[in-house]
């Protein structure tokens, strides 16, 4: 964790989120407590945590999270991040504070057989949090005991709580486990194993997992589909994309990376349903179902519910 004074602030991005999830505007000259980490965000600002630290080091405030580090690429829509000059690190007795410190322990051996439900997408914004509110509330409304999780992406509240809001009774995510970013790892696999263990509880009656960001990108999601087990314990996946030739990419990829055995039904949702003519174009191009998580949220708790139901 490092204490920062913001220089500039970027008008396009110049909200910080705060423990409770509350947000507020920062101004020059704001004092604020961060996490070293990285971000390779498609749709967002690119950076990476500093070789060195030095007092005076001008460094960027890569999201509102609080993730900081070394800007290596802007975003045309967004520029450049809010810049803020690195003052010190914070230390608790003679160690320095690492978010590690309070991480959840990792955890070996076989995933537990709690039913997963996995979303994903084939980019950030593509609705995949979306999909996750509805499913959850749709259950929860219906007494189910449901847990949730986020895989991947950089560390942030906001879906979080969107889910537990919903009606998630226990909900963690990648720095649960000590991580400000999941593009500081090279797999996901023992974070997200871990992290079903945790959710995994005995009166769980199953477990929404959003995959964060895209099936390929910077955050290593891809790296998840080398996990028999984990796919073994899927009753359906939900891929949200926001355009026709994702929608095709995203299947044509998880054909060729997942075996025949392990593929289980999917549905696809997200933006490229907001019109009746993708889901017409998908289901019978490609005999896949499709339902938007607003206008037919019955449909998609109908599919997930079916697929609850053959598991």
């Known amino acids: 964790l490092v204490v920062v004074c913001v220089q500039e602030v970027n ?3 110049p909200m910080l989120e705060l423990p409770d999830g509350t947000e507020l505007s920062i101004t020059k000259g704001t004092i604020l407590v961060g996490a070293l980490g990285s971000r390779k965000a498609l749709h967002g600002f690119s950076g990476r945590v500093p070789s060195e630290l030095y007092v005076g080091q001008q460094l960027s405030l890569l999201n509102k999270g609080g993730v900081i580090g070394e800007c290596t690429a802007f975003h045309r829509d967004l520029e450049w991040p809010t810049q803020v000059e690195y003052l010190g690190t914070v230390f608790q007795g003679d160690g320095k504070v690492n978010l590690a410190d309070a991480a959840l322990p990792l955890i070996e051996g076989p995933l537990p057989k709690t039913p997963l439900i996995l979303v994903l997408g084939t980019c950030m914004n593509s609705g995949k949090t979306t999909v996750c509110t509805r499913v959850i509330e749709t259950f929860a409304s219906r007494g189910f005991h449901i847990n949730s999780g986020k895989v991947a992406g950089v560390a942030c509240k906001q879906d ?3 889910m537990s809001r919903s009606g998630a ?3 963690l995510s990648f720095h649960d486990f000590g991580l400000a970013s999941s593009s500081d790892v090279d797999s996901l696999v023992p974070v997200t194993r871990s992290l079903v263990h945790h959710l995994a ?3 769980t009656d199953f477990i929404v997992l959003e995959m964060g960001d895209g099936i390929l990108g910077g955050y290593h999601v891809s790296t998840l589909f080398s996990d028999k087990e984990l796919f073994d314990r899927q009753v359906c996946r939900v891929v949200c994309a926001n355009d026709l030739m994702g929608v095709w990419g995203a299947l044509q990829w998880m054909d060729q990376n997942v075996e025949k055995d392990l593929n289980g039904p999917v549905l696809i949702s997200g933006p490229v349903t907001d019109s009746g003519q993708g889901v017409d174009y998908i289901e ?3 005999s896949v179902p499709a339902a938007n998580p607003f206008d037919s949220p019955g449909k998609l708790c ?8 053959s598991c």
């Open 11 to 13: 008008p396009a991005y």
């Open 160 to 162: 979080l709580l969107a």
């Open 284 to 286: 019978s191009n490609w």
């Open 201 to 203: 509880t005995p009166e």
């Open 169 to 171: 009774k226990q909900v």
């Open 302 to 309: 109908s599919f997930v519910q079916k697929s609850l139901q």
